[in-house]
C-alpha cells in the first residue's frame, strides 16, 4: 500500500519554497537564464531532488503556472461594466510594466512559446483567470448593462487581446488610453452582439 501524502506536509512546502525560488530566478535573469541549478541553490532544496521531481525549467514554469491558477485576482468592483473592462485591462498593462512581475509574467510567455508543456500550463492558468474575471461580466448581466447571451470569458478575451498584442507581438508600449480603447472596443462589440 503506497502511503498517502499530507497536505501541506514536507512535499507541499518543498513545493512552495521551489516555486519562490523559480520565481525570483525569473525575475533576476528571465526564462532564457532559469536552471534547475540556481532554482536548487536559491531554494536549498538538493538539485538532485529538483532534477527529479521538476526534470527542466520548463517543468520548473509549468508547476509554478500550476500552482497559480488557484490564486485569487484582484477583480474591479467599479458598479459598470465599462469600468471594470477597464480595470481589468489596466491590470493587464500595469502587471508587465511591474518591475518584480511584469518580468515573471513575460518569462512565462517565453518558455510557452519554445515548450508545449509550459504553453499548456499557461493555458490552463489564463483559462482560469478568464473565468474569475467573467465574474465582471455576469455582475453586468445582472445589473441589466448587458444581454445574458454574452459570452462572459470571450468578452474577456477579446478586452485583454489587443494589450497582449502590443507588447508580444508588435512590442509596443501599453498606455492606459490603449488599455482603455481595447476594453472599450471589446464592450461595444458586446452590446452588437458580436461577443
Do not use: C
Not at 453586468?140 to 448587458?146: D, H, I, K, P, T
Not at 445574458?148 to 487581446?161: G, K, N, S, W
Amino acid at each position: 500500500m503506497e502511503p498517502q501524502k499530507r497536505p501541506g506536509g514536507r512535499s507541499a512546502r518543498v513545493r512552495d519554497t521551489v516555486r519562490t525560488a523559480t520565481l525570483a530566478e525569473l525575475a533576476l535573469n528571465g526564462y532564457q537564464g532559469l536552471t534547475i541549478d540556481n532554482v536548487a541553490q536559491r531554494s536549498g532544496v538538493h538539485k538532485t531532488t529538483v532534477y527529479r521531481r521538476w526534470g527542466t525549467p520548463e517543468g520548473l514554469i509549468a508547476d509554478a503556472l500550476e500552482l497559480a491558477e488557484s490564486e485569487p485576482w484582484p477583480i474591479p468592483d467599479s458598479g459598470s461594466i465599462e469600468g471594470d473592462l477597464r480595470g481589468i485591462t489596466d491590470l493587464v498593462r500595469t502587471g508587465f510594466a511591474d518591475p518584480e512581475a511584469g518580468p515573471i509574467a513575460s518569462a512565462f510567455i517565453a518558455a510557452a512559446t519554445q515548450n508545449s508543456a509550459a504553453a499548456q500550463a499557461l493555458r490552463r492558468f489564463y483559462a482560469a483567470r478568464h473565468t474569475q474575471s467573467a465574474e465582471v461580466v455576469r455582475r453586468a448581466v445582472a445589473r441589466g448593462e448587458l444581454p445574458a447571451t454574452v459570452a462572459a470569458e470571450d468578452l474577456i478575451r477579446f478586452a485583454v487581446a489587443p494589450v497582449y498584442y502590443r507588447l508580444f507581438i508588435a512590442h509596443e508600449p501599453v498606455t492606459e488610453q490603449d488599455a482603455h480603447r481595447a476594453a472599450d472596443a471589446a464592450l461595444a462589440a458586446a452590446r452588437a452582439g458580436v461577443i
